[in-house]
């Protein structure tokens, strides 16, 4: 894994969202403006939860590789909240333990307040029995991914649970 491969050219035109038509003078050819990309008009949230830092930047590294993700690291249960509060995620990845307060204690928080009541969460966990799968899901996950995991899998299980994006 390299981390350090990213350049961070893409990030800094996202942050120009009147780049795209700031050069057009309006009194010339009728053409039309060319359309903000979809993959930059429609960026997507994602809150990760996991207190073991080479694994959240894995994820974090991984997900916002192709361009449209935008990735909040939160390292316990209180970071998860009050990050969630604040802006509430298009889709949260949590593990299941967590120091103090509990992935299952965070998810039933999450699902009771309105903002996130239907988020979709993945859950990851390291254990394996049935009765904490069933845990995890009766607690309102809507899936889950056990550790250890292939990173690309779980990429692709959040691409897969993240809601339609709104029309840019
Ligand atoms: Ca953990």
Same mark, same amino acid.
């Given at each position: 894994?390299?981390?350090?491969? !990213? &350049?961070? +050219? #893409? ?5 120009? =969202?009147?780049? /795209?038509?700031?050069? !057009? &003078?309006? +009194? #010339? ?5 060319? =359309?903000?990309? /979809? ?16 694994? /959240? ?16 690291? /939160? ?94």
């Amino acid at each position: 894994m390299t981390l350090h491969a !990213t &350049p961070p +050219s #893409r990030a800094d035109q996202r942050t120009q =969202p009147g780049a /795209a038509f700031a050069s !057009t &003078p309006d +009194s #010339r050819r009728a053409a039309p403006l060319r =359309p903000v990309p /979809a993959a930059r008009a429609n960026r997507r949230h994602v809150l990760v939860v996991e207190d073991e830092q080479d694994i /959240a930047d894995l994820i974090k590294h991984t997900l916002e590789r192709g361009g449209d993700i935008d990735v909040e690291l /939160a390292a316990s249960g209180d970071a998860a909240l009050k990050a969630s509060s604040e802006q509430p995620p298009d889709l949260v990845v949590l593990d299941l333990n967590l120091p103090v307060l509990s992935g299952l204690e965070v998810c039933r928080i999450l699902r009771q307040r309105t903002a996130t009541a239907t988020v979709p969460i993945i859950m990851l966990t390291a254990r394996t029995s049935e009765g904490d799968r069933v845990m995890g899901l009766d607690s309102g996950a809507d899936d889950y991914v056990t550790k250890p995991f292939s990173v690309r899998e779980l990429a692709a299980r959040v691409r897969a649970a993240l809601p339609p994006g709104r029309a840019g």
